[in-house]
């Protein structure tokens, strides 16, 4: 079955940056895009940018140009997403979403503290 | 970027009751438009894809109609299980955006 396993939660401090990872498995990981999603706490839904896992290619919301990268590794079947330089309003549960929305990662907690 | 603003942003309602959300778009998206259900602590999922089309394996009490600017969401028998919040997004152009999001409660 189709799984998207992310990595687990992080507490940062303002100024660093976050990698956080989704391995997936049950389908060929080059055929989908992958999108980030993230949700703050009690908060909506915001699309971060997608990646293409055979090419490589990305795009990024404007609101992350210049923070966000969005990495794969083929060998792993494994997605990547840092976010740079981050501040308290970056604290949100991270999710990555296989391309057409059909399957989710569980979300990965982001803590951006002092 | 295109604007999803979605209603109510809540909603309490009977068992049994017919409850639709609203999702209009800032400019037309023909049908690119999902329909989510979100519960407490959960990833998101995929209730409607294409403004209608129902994803497999899920009841068939939900619907989605519309295309251009203008969409519903339509529970014809609302179930205890359907609390959640519901989301609409639009996937037409970049960057994808969502609606605010409809909380669903039992009256």
């Known amino acids: 079955q189709v799984q998207l396993v992310q990595s687990g939660a992080e507490v940062k401090k303002p100024g660093a940056s976050v990698k956080v990872s989704c391995k997936a498995s049950?389908?060929?990981?080059?055929?989908?895009?992958i999108n980030w999603v993230r949700q703050a706490t009690g908060q909506g839904l915001e699309w971060m940018g997608w990646?293409?896992?055979?090419?490589?290619?990305?795009g990024y919301a404007q609101k992350f140009q210049g923070r966000v990268t969005m990495t794969r590794n083929t060998s792993i079947s494994t997605a990547y997403m840092e976010l740079s330089s981050l501040r308290s309003e970056d604290t949100a549960v991270y999710y990555c979403?296989?391309?057409?929305?059909?399957?989710w990662g569980q979300g990965t907690l982001v803590t951006v503290s002092s | 970027d295109i604007q999803m603003t979605q209603s109510p942003s809540s909603l309490s309602a009977s068992v049994g009751d017919r409850v639709t959300i609203t999702c209009q778009a800032s400019?037309?998206?023909?049908?690119?438009l999902n329909w989510y259900q979100q519960k407490p602590g959960k990833a998101p999922k995929l209730l409607i894809y294409?403004?209608?089309n129902l994803e497999t394996g899920v009841p068939s009490r939900f619907s989605g109609s519309g295309s251009g600017t203008d969409f519903t969401f339509t529970i014809s028998s609302l179930q205890p299980e359907d609390i959640a919040t519901y989301y609409c997004?639009?996937?037409?152009?970049?960057?994808?955006?969502f609606g605010g999001g409809t909380k669903v409660e039992i009256k």
């Open positions: 979403a296989r391309g057409e929305y059909r399957y």
């Open positions: 049950g389908y060929t990981f080059t055929s989908y895009d």
């Open positions: 990646m293409n896992p055979n090419s490589g290619n990305t």
């Open positions: 400019q037309d998206i023909s049908n690119y």
């Open positions: 294409d403004a209608s």
């Open positions: 997004q639009q996937y037409d152009n970049l960057p994808q955006t």
